[in-house]
């Protein structure tokens, strides 16, 4: 009983479905699953993210790296456990995508700002 607890807390789930049977699922039944905007960007752009998805799947086979400039794409079932390039405005930021990240679009995992290193005030160099 108690293996059982622990393989079962291993397991990775969305929303109640486990992450490893969503992956042979259709784009548009995972779509029934996500909130009501993603949902609509999913439905609405299907060809877009099919296409990213049998790219990314043959670059990783290869093993390349697959890069976008969309940002906006919905992180999918199937993209789980790649490693995608998303473009941040300068460079590629490299984003491994988790099951966490399933709804979420990769933008919001490559940040676009630096964080700001701030002196402290009033602490000058002396000329001596």
């Known amino acids: 009983m ?4 622990v393989k079962k807390s291993k397991e990775k789930f969305f929303r109640g479905k486990n992450v490893e049977d969503l992956k042979a699922v259709n784009t548009r039944e ?5 909130k009501s905007r993603a949902r609509r960007t999913i439905l609405r752009n299907y060809d877009v993210i ?3 998805v049998r790219k990314l ?3 990783t086979a290869n093993g390349k ?3 976008t400039h969309d940002r906006s794409l ?4 199937r993209m789980v456990g790649k490693i995608v390039g998303v473009h941040n405005g300068k460079e590629f930021v490299k984003v ?5 990240m399933l709804g979420h679009r ?3 995992f490559s940040m676009t700002r630096k964080i700001a290193k701030h002196t402290s005030l009033g602490k000058k160099k002396e000329v001596k």
């Open 2 to 5: 108690a293996e059982e607890l």
């Open 30 to 34: 995972f779509a029934k699953l996500v």
């Open 50 to 52: 099919e296409a990213f």
């Open 57 to 59: 799947e043959e670059r």
């Open 65 to 67: 790296m697959a890069k």
């Open 74 to 77: 919905v992180i999918v079932p």
């Open 96 to 100: 491994a995508i988790t099951h966490d």
């Open 106 to 108: 990769l933008g919001e």
